[in-house]
């Protein structure tokens, strides 16, 4: 069965940078786009980035464009959120989440179970 | 940014009655919606694609409908599992954008 697993959130200071990690089993993972999805306390769902299957083309929400960047190795079945200048309106649960398709994005058919980022002074 | 209002933001329903959710879009998005269900300290569930397909292992209770604008989520008999906040979601264009979410509470 398809499984996401996220890891590396954690408490950090405005400014800071930060790496989350999906990692993916259950599927073939070079054949799916990958998004990450964030919501921060008590909010509804904010869309942060997609990649598409081979990792050759991305996309990010306005909030977070020029910040955070998302790569995949495909040779571990694992896809990355890097987050750098980090503000504390960042401060959220951040779910990996699966696309049924390769090329572009059409939403998310698997979600991980999410890790919490906190950026704090 | 296509804009995705929902409505109504929250409700009160008791077991058994019919609840209707409904998103608009600010542009045209074809049939390129879903629909999910969250529950609390939960990851969130895809109940519908396409506007109207309903995801493999979902009850029959749940249904979709709408294209271009207006979409509707409908539960026909809701059931105690069903309380939850709900979410409309448009892949038409970048950026991905979500309606702000419907509480669905117990009466």
């Known amino acids: 069965q398809v499984q996401l697993v996220e890891s590396g959130g954690g408490v950090v200071r405005p400014g800071e940078s930060l790496r989350l990690s999906c990692e993916a089993s259950g599927f073939s993972f070079n054949e799916y786009g990958m998004h990450w999805v964030r919501q921060a306390p008590g909010k509804g769902l904010e869309w942060v980035a997609f990649i598409r299957y081979d990792g050759n083309d991305q996309y990010q929400a306005d909030s977070v464009k020029g910040r955070f960047t998302i790569l995949r190795d495909n040779s571990r079945n694992t896809v990355y959120l890097q987050m750098n200048s980090l503000r504390t309106e960042d401060t959220a649960v951040y779910y990996c989440a699966k696309d049924p398709r390769g090329y572009t994005a059409h939403g998310f058919d698997y979600w991980g179970q999410g890790t919490l980022v906190s950026v704090s002074s | 940014d296509i804009q995705m209002t929902q409505s109504p933001s929250s409700l009160s329903a008791s077991v058994g009655d019919r609840v209707t959710i409904t998103c608009r879009a600010s542009?045209?998005?074809?049939?390129?919606l879903g629909w999910y269900q969250q529950k609390p300290g939960k990851a969130p569930k895809r109940l519908i694609f396409a506007a109207s397909s309903l995801q493999s292992g979902v009850p029959s209770r749940f249904s979709g409908s709408g294209s271009g604008t207006e979409f509707t989520l409908t539960i026909s008999s809701l059931q105690p599992e069903d309380f939850a906040i709900y979410y409309c979601?448009?892949?038409?264009?970048?950026?991905?954008?979500f309606g702000g979410g419907t509480t669905v509470e117990i009466k």
């Open positions: 979601l448009q892949h038409h264009d970048y950026p991905l954008t």
């Open positions: 542009q045209d998005i074809i049939k390129d």
